[in-house]
């Protein structure tokens, strides 16, 4: 019996790297989870490496953890790439249908799927995808598969995903470093919309959101197709930070206070005045214990009220919602999807943000988590793991059916199917 192929996604968040190697059960949709891991992250800036050794090095760290666990040698991976560097430029295609046969062939689609990557771009920026969004053909709108129709005139209104070529590099260069092949790269919030959104979602409208460390990707699906990208430079590390300040506490503390007992839940009139005591020496981590050494230990009692802890975490959670709503609004979908807006990532876990983004939104709001992987479902903050290995398993089987070998033309095939996945 053939070996079934071994898909491994490699998450390389500001807070974690996270990898995930799995493979699809042929009979349903489900895959099985062969291997995870996840470990702090070094070298990272907003989403961005900033010091490639760093990132491979831990990176390093997993993969032997992997082989060594799981006793297979993986050689490559799918990963995801983040940031705020990352733009969506619309553009407009247009192309003459091959006169051969009169009908829009494969090579139509990806000739016009080419040429319309051809826009002018600042010499430090690259085109890493396309997504068409509506086909024209003859002047007959919304078409939504140009495939096998009668035609003369064939263009397309496509969005073009562009990256900062040196974010690519970098990213790159930390991957192949620890011994790895890049398969594809994916855009943290897409990978993650494929995990957790369903085709019926994103065919009524759908915002996913995911809140990570330091970013936030906003990716809007309409109509089955994807529409609008952005990522803003704040996530729930800002939070911790501004806990930190506001309560006068070590970074460390303010992470467990936000872990432990922050919330955006509306607080009743009663718990209102209620105070917070907190021994700070059992709030450090054992690491942090042995630093700071018995003197540090003895540190008076942090007290605060619940509702000025509560008022540090929804500015911040308001500020991440006024980004959202501003970006909604540019793009004429504010107030306007009928599948509302899902929350992914490991910030989304904090109490009452779904409540808040009710409200805040005027959308219809749930948490998303990842399907499809037994024993990670509990878990949105690994919603981009599990997409970015979703979608190599989109590429590798669409490679498998055209007799291709993936490696290296993960992209070229994804833009050609790009079409055809919901
Ligand atoms: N229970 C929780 N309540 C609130 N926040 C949480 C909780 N658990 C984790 N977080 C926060 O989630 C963040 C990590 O999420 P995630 O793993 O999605 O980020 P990342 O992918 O590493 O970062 P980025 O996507 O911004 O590069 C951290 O800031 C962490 O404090
Ligand atoms: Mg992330």
Request: charged fraction near 25%; aromatic fraction near 6%; charge should be neutral.
């Amino acid at each position: 019996m053939a070996r079934r192929k071994i898909i491994t996604g490699l998450d390389i968040g500001t807070d974690t790297i996270k990898i995930l190697a799995a493979c699809k059960n042929p009979k349903n949709e489900d895959f099985k989870v062969l291997f995870f891991d996840k470990i702090n992250s070094f070298g990272l800036q907003k989403g961005r490496v900033i010091n490639p050794q760093e990132v491979t090095n831990k990176i390093s760290s997993l993969i032997s953890k992997l082989q060594k666990t799981y006793n297979q040698r993986i050689d490559s991976a799918f990963i995801n790439v983040n940031g705020s560097k990352l733009q969506i430029v619309p553009n407009h295609g247009l192309i003459s249908v091959s006169p051969a046969n009169q009908k829009v062939c494969q090579e139509d689609i990806d000739r016009i799927l080419q040429e319309t990557q051809n826009i002018n771009l600042p010499s430090n920026r690259e085109i890493l995808d396309i997504f068409p969004k509506e086909w024209i053909l003859d002047g007959e709108r919304e078409i939504k598969d140009p495939l096998a129709l009668q035609g003369v005139r064939l263009e397309v209104e496509a969005s073009l995903l562009s990256a900062f070529s040196p974010d690519l590099e970098n990213l790159t260069e930390a991957v192949t470093e620890a011994g790895l092949q890049v398969e594809d790269i994916i855009p943290s919030s897409l990978a993650a919309s494929s995990a957790v959104l369903s085709p019926y979602q994103k065919e009524l409208g759908v915002a996913l959101l995911d809140i990570g460390a330091a970013t936030c990707g906003l990716a809007v699906f309409e109509e089955g197709v994807f529409l609008d990208l952005s990522v803003f430079p704040v996530g729930s590390a800002n939070i911790t930070n501004d806990i930190a300040i506001g309560l006068r506490t070590e970074i460390d503390i303010a992470e467990k206070i936000k872990k432990d007992i922050g919330s955006c839940i509306s607080l009743s009139q009663g718990s209102k005045k209620k105070k917070v005591e907190i021994n700070p020496s059992n709030f450090l981590s054992s690491f942090k214990k042995e630093e700071v050494g018995k003197e540090e230990s003895k540190k008076p009692f942090l007290t605060f009220s619940e509702k000025q802890l509560r008022k540090i975490i929804e500015a911040r959670v308001g500020e991440i919602f006024e980004l959202v709503q501003k970006e909604l609004k540019k793009i004429s979908r504010q107030g306007l999807l009928p599948a509302g807006i899902v929350l992914t990532g490991g910030g989304a876990k904090l109490p009452g943000i779904v409540e808040m983004a009710k409200r805040e939104l005027k959308l219809p709001c749930k948490l998303g988590y990842p399907r499809n992987f037994s024993g990670l479902e509990k878990d949105c903050s690994l919603a981009t793991v599990c997409g970015l290995v979703l979608e190599g398993q989109d590429v590798s089987q669409k490679s498998l059916s055209f007799g291709l070998d993936s490696r290296g033309l993960g992209a070229k095939i994804k833009r050609i199917f790009r079409i055809f996945i919901p």
